[in-house]
């Protein structure tokens, strides 16, 4: 979208379909250059001026649409779309796609194998907290996760709610192997600030960088 007039994303934004089909190709393009196999497909903000009670029937038609577009384009580049729930609490009181729950029933009116949840455990912490059990429920349909910590935005071992050693143990119980993405604003000098991560490979037996002590 154009971010100079307020857009963040289209996906669900009803006239902008053409705009929409566009940006995706251009995303498209970049990822095969890069070599990114997953594209974040934005929902898009409620139009300014609207009540969103009254506009969200038609959003979730034009997002229903614009995702099985997505898929069947994305799946020809054997590539898959994530849908990423923002609180509309703190962050962008305007955005359409605000729970993981909202997010599953979507997902599931699409049928489309290739869609998958971005889970950042920021914005769930704030719209709904009860991390564990919405880890375990929404877990088959997570293609990505991110965190960091609330209500900062900062490291995982800044001040905050979260207990981040706890969440990780869950994902490794639960088998994730994908990503984690450090979505975060770091308080101070980047490496610096990625001490929480070296603990935690020491905490593993791994050496920095992941790699086994065993092994080497």
């Given at each position: 979208g154009d971010q100079e007039v307020g857009e963040m994303g289209l996906a669900a934004v009803p006239g902008r379909q053409p705009a929409f089909r566009q940006g995706l190709a251009a995303a498209v393009q970049y990822a095969k250059e890069v070599g990114c196999p997953r594209i974040h497909v934005m929902a898009g903000r409620v139009p300014l001026g609207a009540d969103r009670a009254v506009v969200a029937g038609k959003m979730e038609?034009?997002?229903?649409?614009?995702?099985?577009?997505?898929?069947d384009l994305l799946a020809q580049e054997d590539m898959i779309g994530l849908v990423e729930p923002i609180n509309n609490r703190i962050t962008d009181p305007?955005?359409?796609?605000?729970?993981?729950?909202?997010?599953?029933?979507?997902?599931?009116?699409?049928g489309r194998p290739n869609l998958k949840l971005q889970l950042d455990l920021f914005h769930c912490q704030i719209m709904d907290g009860?991390?564990?059990?919405?880890?375990e429920t929404y877990f088959p349909l997570t293609g990505h996760i991110q965190i960091a910590q609330v209500p900062g935005r900062h490291e995982p071992d800044s001040p905050g709610e979260l207990n981040f050693p706890y969440l990780f143990k869950l994902l490794e119980s639960l088998s994730y192997?994908?990503?984690?993405?450090?979505?975060?604003?770091?308080?101070?000098?980047?490496?610096?600030?990625?001490?929480?991560?070296?603990?935690?490979?020491?905490?593993?037996?791994?050496?920095?960088?992941?790699?086994?002590k065993a092994t080497e």
């Open positions: 038609t034009t997002f229903i649409e614009n995702l099985r577009y997505a898929a305007r955005y359409y796609l605000n729970t993981p729950h909202q997010a599953a029933a979507i997902l599931e009116k699409v009860n991390l564990s059990h919405n880890l192997n994908g990503y984690v993405g450090c979505e975060y604003a770091p308080k101070g000098d980047t490496l610096e600030g990625l001490g929480w991560l070296r603990s935690y490979w020491e905490s593993r037996g791994l050496q920095h960088g992941g790699t086994s």
